[in-house]
């Protein structure tokens, strides 16, 4: 049973900083990408960032300045530190594995959800 677990969210004031994790469970294939996507009320869900298992980042323009994305092969866990947030970064972040390239659709693979909301 293929299982993701996201970490991490909360509530936060513009400019502040957060760390997600996601701890995936019962995945054999260890050469997915894995990756960050988000969906706020009443939008689309949007890539934020993905990596492969060599490293290689891919990042939404509109975060890249911002977040960074890093993963832990050995754990099969891949980490979002966001920094400088706003209140435009408002979203339901989900974890995501299973995808094959890295410039691609995502995988079937997804997390719960971890709320993060920037307000002052």
């Known amino acids: 049973q293929v299982q993701l677990v996201e970490s991490g969210g909360g509530l936060v004031q513009p400019g502040g900083s957060l760390r997600l994790s996601c701890a995936a469970s019962?995945?054999?294939?260890?050469?997915?990408?894995m990756g960050w996507y988000r969906q706020a009320p009443g939008k689309q869900r949007e890539l934020v960032a993905a990596?492969?298992?060599?490293?290689?980042?891919n990042y939404a323009d509109s975060v890249k300045d911002r977040f960074t994305i890093s993963r832990d092969n050995a754990k099969n866990t891949v980490y979002l530190q966001m920094n400088s947030l706003k209140p435009e970064d408002t979203a339901v972040y989900y974890c995501?594995?299973?995808?094959?390239?890295?410039?691609?659709?995502?995988?079937?693979?997804w997390g719960q959800g971890t709320q993060v909301t920037v307000s002052s």
């Open positions: 995501n594995t299973g995808q094959e390239l890295l410039f691609g659709p995502p995988g079937k693979y």
């Open positions: 990596i492969s298992r060599g490293t290689t980042t």
């Open positions: 019962g995945i054999t294939n260890n050469f997915y990408v």
